[in-house]
Each structure stands twice: as C-alpha cells, then as structure tokens.
C-alpha cells in the first residue's frame, strides 16, 4: 500500500491463473479455476471459484474474500471506537454470512452481507456502548461504504466472568 496526498491510498497484488491442465481453455471442462493471489511481503492465498462454478472448494474463492474483507474491516473499526468510548474489550467473534444471487446471464449479485459479531467486555457497565459503537464502526469501514449491497449487523454482547 503506498500513501498519497489527500488521504488516498493505494493497494496492488498480482492475482494468477495457475490451472492451465495443458489445453488452456479449448472447453469449459479443460482447465481448473485455480489462482495465486499474491501482494508484497504477504503469504500467498490459494484461491478458487467457489464449487457450483467448477471450483476447489478447499480454496478461499471471491464471495469467500468479500464476506472477511467486510467483516475484518468492521471487526478493525469497531477495536477503533471501543478505545475512542471507553469499551474494554476481551474478546470478539463474527460469523459473518453472505446472500448471492445468480441472474440467470451467467452473472449475479450480493443482495446482503450479515455480520454477527459476538463481543466480550471486561464490565457490565460497557454493555450499552459495546451494541452502540457497531453504529459508528459500520459508518467508518471503508469496505462496507464501498458496496452496493446492505451490511447488516446482529450483534451479541457478554460480560468478561
């Protein structure tokens, strides 16, 4: 990531096709939809399309990287505002969820991404601002403002024992 002037920031990694079985594409059923994401100074992420789509249901596919770009980044944002509020948290935990649909073209769409974060606090007395902060992490996650799609978020607050 390099910084610019005015807050712009830029992102780079190189995405390759690896599942070339010999024929290239010659048929639909020739190759693998195999992939190496790569960026510098990162592991590498075996990468697929997801099962119904001729994927490697072992590898991350792209639906897979939306749904955790959207949930790291509200999970980051919302660790941000606890401290900003007070909010000592011990523990968090999302089991985020994704709805796409086909449109029956060969393409699709996301029509919701749910987020169930399942946060820990150290007092009862941060329960309220834990379940208010997600408002302010939802407004502040650059990945949630980027997408033309509902975020929704079902939160569950503990107190630390």
């Given at each position: ?42 592991p590498d992420i075996l990468a697929s399309s997801d099962r119904p789509f ?29 401290v900003t509020r007070g909010v000592v948290l011990t523990a968090y935990r ?21 987020l169930h974060p399942h946060v820990t606090v150290a007092d009862a007395s ?36």
């Open positions: 990531m390099a910084q610019h002037p005015l807050g712009e920031h830029r992102y780079a990694l190189t995405t390759t096709w690896t599942g070339n079985l010999g024929t290239g594409t010659s048929g639909y059923r020739d190759y693998t939809r195999d992939v190496l994401v790569r960026a510098a100074g990162k001729r994927g490697d249901p072992t590898r991350w596919n792209p639906e897979d990287m939306l749904i955790a770009a959207l949930s790291e980044c509200h999970l980051l944002s919302y660790l941000h505002v606890c999302d089991e985020a969820t994704g709805v796409m649909r086909e449109d029956g073209r060969s393409g699709g769409a996301f029509t919701e991404v749910v941060m329960v309220e601002a834990a379940r208010e902060a997600h408002h302010q992490a939802h407004e502040w996650c650059f990945i949630a403002n980027s997408v033309n799609f509902p975020v929704r978020y079902e939160v569950t607050v503990d107190v630390a024992s």
